[in-house]
């Protein structure tokens, strides 16, 4: 996925697009206390719960990614951040209502390129510090790189 989400950024001439793609930092709040509360097998329900609403709520041709333990990457291609924003929003709101036992919060940094980057390098660490400005801010919200400081 890596490497077909360089291709793509490689292929884009910024300078005729209309739309750039977009890079989004997903992580389940709280998830090594929902391990020790729950146990292990609840924790793996989590992360399937939550990789069915990425698969839901993003586009087929949107690259999702698991990125190991807790934390997930989508990357949109041909996508506005404020498209990005409504997608996150329907995560947030699905996560709010799949959950019997326990509440279930995801913290989420958004970058967009070419504005915020136009290697993966470059928007991932973007996107990764907007995803830790949504945690200091209290977690189970969203946060766009360079639009909150």
Do not use: W
């Amino acid at each position: 996925a890596k490497l077909l989400i360089g291709k793509v950024l490689r292929a884009t001439d910024f300078s005729k697009v209309s739309a750039g793609h977009v890079l989004i930092c997903l992580d389940v709040d709280n998830f090594k206390g929902i391990n020790d509360t729950y146990g292990h097998q609840a924790g793996d329900s989590v992360l399937e719960t939550f990789a069915d609403i990425l698969k839901q709520v993003f586009r087929k041709s949107d690259i999702i990614v698991r990125m190991g333990g807790d934390e997930f990457q989508v990357f949109m291609g041909n996508a506005t951040t404020d498209i990005a924003v409504e997608r996150v929003q329907e995560v947030l709101n699905s996560l709010a209502t799949s959950f019997v036992d326990f509440h279930v919060g995801s913290s989420i940094g958004i970058a967009a390129a070419p504005f915020d980057g136009t290697t993966l390098d470059e928007l991932y660490a973007n996107a990764d510090s907007a995803l830790y400005i949504a945690k200091e801010n209290g977690k189970n919200q969203y946060a766009v790189f360079g639009e909150t400081t």
